[in-house]
C-alpha cells in the first residue's frame, strides 16, 4: 500500500523503520516515507518528519523545515502539530518568538482536550498582558471561522407507515 501511495501505510512504514520494528532501523528510510505521506497532507507524519527536524534525528536538525510541517499539521487542526508550534512560537525555535502566536496554537489545542496544551496554556497566559490575551483571542476566533462545517449528521430515514393489510376479496 505505502508503494501505491497510500500515506497512512507510507507513515506506518516509517514509524517501523524509525523504531526498526520488523525491519533493521534506518532514518533516511524513515525520513523518505515520512516526506510521502507529509506532502499528500497527512497530519501524523508532517508530525513524525518535524519531530526529525526538531531532534536531528538521522537529519540536519533545522528548526524552519521542523516549523514548516508543524504548521501543516496545525492548519489542519491537529491538537498535537497545534501545541508543537505554539511551543515554537513560544520559544522562538525556528521562527522569531511570539507569544500572541504561542497562545492562540496552544488554545486552539487545548481546545482538542490536549493535555500537554492545557498545560502550556496555563503557563503561557501569565506572561501575557491583557492586550495580548485579546489579540490571541482574535486570533483563535479567525482561525476558527474559517475552517469548514462539518457536515450535518445524515437524518434517518423517515419510518415506513406500515402497509395496511391487503384483503382477499369484497
Do not use: C
Not at 508532517?46 to 537529519?59: E, H, K, S, T, W
Not at 457536515?151 to 395496511?164: G, L, R, Y
Amino acid at each position: 500500500l505505502a508503494e501505491k501511495g497510500d500515506a497512512e501505510a507510507q507513515n506506518n512504514l516509517g514509524v517501523m523503520y524509525a523504531k526498526g520494528q520488523g525491519v533493521e532501523k534506518d532514518v533516511k528510510e524513515a525520513r523518505k516515507w515520512y516526506r510521502k505521506a507529509a506532502a499528500q497532507g497527512h497530519a501524523p507524519a508532517q508530525i513524525n518528519l518535524a519531530m526529525m527536524y526538531i531532534g536531528g534525528d538521522g537529519v540536519k536538525a533545522d528548526p524552519a523545515e521542523a516549523r514548516k510541517w508543524f504548521t501543516q499539521a496545525a492548519d489542519q487542526g491537529d491538537a498535537e502539530g497545534q501545541v508543537a508550534l505554539g511551543m515554537m512560537y513560544a520559544l522562538g525555535q525556528g521562527v522569531e518568538a511570539d507569544l500572541v502566536q504561542a497562545h492562540k496554537w496552544v488554545t486552539l489545542s487545548s481546545k482538542s482536550g490536549n493535555a500537554n496544551a492545557v498545560t502550556a496554556l496555563e503557563q503561557l497566559t501569565g506572561k501575557l498582558s491583557p492586550e495580548q490575551l485579546a489579540a490571541s483571542a482574535r486570533l483563535v476566533k479567525e482561525w476558527e471561522d474559517r475552517q469548514p462545517t462539518p457536515a450535518p449528521a445524515p437524518a434517518e430515514p423517515a419510518a415506513k407507515a406500515p402497509e395496511p393489510p391487503a384483503t382477499a376479496g369484497k
